[in-house]
């Protein structure tokens, strides 16, 4: 009788294995598809991320970068976005979309003499 219950619970256990293993193969396996989270639309989640970053030197606001000073800061989005440092330690970051080479570092030196 032990035998027939082990062979039966074995079998059981074989059967719900396989079918899980299915079920999340042609369903998406749970969390997979999920639709994302949107983010809150306070900054709790920005300030969680700063409080759990260490630097001890500079952290950059933007990107939490950890650099020896403010103009080392990286841009967000490095792909898209010149970075041009400007005077006093301080950078900004321009789009490159639309501009051909060299048109968005000569906008940002009209911009400095006032001409733009």
Not at 79 to 95: M, N, P, V
């Amino acid at each position: 009788m032990r035998l027939v219950s082990f062979i039966v619970l074995a079998l059981a256990s074989l059967v719900s294995a396989q079918f899980g293993f299915f079920d999340q193969m042609f369903s998406g396996g749970g969390q997979q598809h999920r639709q994302p989270q949107n983010v809150p639309s306070d900054s709790s989640h920005y300030r969680t991320q700063y409080a759990r970053s260490h630097c001890d030197k500079y952290l950059c606001p933007d990107t939490l970068a950890c650099v020896h000073f403010p103009h080392h800061c990286p841009c967000q989005w490095p792909s898209h976005e010149d970075k041009f440092e400007l005077a006093e330690g301080q950078r900004i970051c321009i789009s490159k979309g639309g501009f051909k080479a060299g048109e968005a570092a000569r906008k940002v030196e009209l911009a400095r003499k006032g001409l733009l």
